[in-house]
Nanobody, 123 residues
Framework: IQTVESGGDLVQAGGSLKLSCKVS?????????WGWYRQAAGKEREGIVC????????YSSDSMKGRFTISRDNANHTVYLQMDNLKPEDTAVYYC????????????????RGPGTQVTVSS
């Protein structure tokens, strides 16, 4: 399985970006749960959100709820992340990944399958 993330850019605080992730090598894409995580320089990886095959959305933390929206195009094996009202603390490399069920919900697995895409938010 490989992913190619794109759409990252340098934006001002309050701006928006839409990230894309093309998944290849996975014929059962539509049957699996997908999500996003990010990693800022010098920090731990941080889960963002998951979208299950059945349409359930789970955010890993409340800080991104209401600002980040996940969607998917099963026909094109693509996952999207719409990010609005961006903040400087959102600066990171963003990765798409599969999700797994844990005791309290779905969470992104920290499997790096692609290069990620850099998002930089200036203040």
């Amino acid at each position: 399985i490989q992913t190619v993330e794109s759409g990252g850019d340098l934006v001002q605080a309050g701006g928006s970006l839409k990230l894309s992730c093309k998944v290849s090598g996975l014929p059962r894409f539509k049957d699996l749960d997908w999500g996003w995580y990010r990693q800022a320089a010098g920090k731990e990886r941080e889960g963002i959100v998951c979208l299950t095959a059945t349409g359930t959305v789970t955010y890993s933390s409340d800080s991104m709820k209401g600002r980040f929206t996940i969607s998917r195009d099963n026909a094109n094996h693509t996952v999207y992340l719409q990010m609005d009202n961006l903040k400087p603390e959102d600066t990171a490399v963003y990765y798409c990944t599969d999700c797994a069920w844990y005791s309290d919900g779905y969470y992104p697995e920290f499997n790096q399958r692609g290069p990620g895409t850099q998002v930089t938010v200036s203040s």
